[in-house]
């Protein structure tokens, strides 16, 4: 199994960035996928999470902001992030059931 993320950058507040998450090994349509983000010095937190069945789930500080989206053709798990703010810069990795993460992608969002 291998995710790999991708879509992050610098970008100013306000801004909007869309990342993905590319798995292959293993077909995303049954699977739970999440993202999680490190900001430096912080712990890694929970940030959105996707059920098989489209269920959504949020974490309170990226809620009405960011939107998990999945392409099960394409084995692609997205997150489109918009009103950025300068908290929200960390790296952001993508998780798979619960099991394996990919190497992550950094945002960075300037005031």
């Known amino acids: 199994v291998q995710l790999v993320e991708s879509g992050g950058g610098l970008v100013q507040a306000g801004d909007s960035l869309r990342l993905s998450c590319a798995a292959s090994g293993v077909a995303l349509n049954n699977v739970t996928m999440a993202w999680f983000r490190q900001a430096a010095g912080k712990e890694r937190e929970f940030t959105a999470a996707i059920w098989a069945s489209g269920f959504q789930f949020y974490g309170d500080s990226v809620k009405d902001r960011f939107t998990i989206s999945r392409d099960n053709a394409n084995n692609i798990v997205y997150l489109q992030m918009n009103s950025l703010k300068p908290d929200d810069t960390a790296v952001y990795y993508c998780?798979?059931?619960?099991?394996?993460w990919g190497q992550g992608t950094q945002v960075t969002v300037s005031s």
């Open positions: 998780r798979l059931a619960g099991q394996y």
